[in-house]
């Protein structure tokens, strides 16, 4: 595991090679390069992507993201997946995959 950015490494879009190169601290430098300063919700969410991908080997869809940010804050699945996009602006895979450590989801949309 690493925390310096500049010695792991990434694809042409940033995203890292081998996600359990992943830290914390990573995630600061990776949301810091997305222009995003990480708060509480933003670690709830990067905490399930990352432990769902260390039990399935994957990184999850975004509906069992926001299935599970809906859970957790007592809301509805639509409103969880507003949530995500409120606080990942520029999308599900472009910031939350990439910050969560993820390899970049081909097979998925931009979303």
């Known amino acids: 595991m690493c925390s310096d950015i500049s010695r792991v490494q990434r694809d042409e879009e940033g995203y890292l090679f081998e996600p ?3 830290t914390p601290e990573l995630a600061h ?3 810091r390069e997305e222009a995003l300063e990480l708060g509480e919700d933003h670690w709830t969410i ?5 432990d769902y991908y260390a039990e399935h080997g994957i990184a999850p869809d975004i509906r069992h993201v926001a299935k599970y940010l ?3 804050s007592g809301i509805d699945k ?3 997946k507003a949530r995500i ?19 970049r989801p081909r097979a998925w949309s931009t979303g």
């Open 29 to 31: 430098a990776l949301a």
């Open 20 to 22: 359990d190169d992943w």
């Open 78 to 80: 639509k409103q969880g």
């Open 46 to 50: 990067l905490r399930f992507v990352r």
């Open 70 to 72: 809906a859970e957790q």
């Open 85 to 103: 996009f409120q606080l990942f602006p520029y999308g599900y895979v472009k910031q939350t995959c990439k910050i969560a450590g993820m390899k």
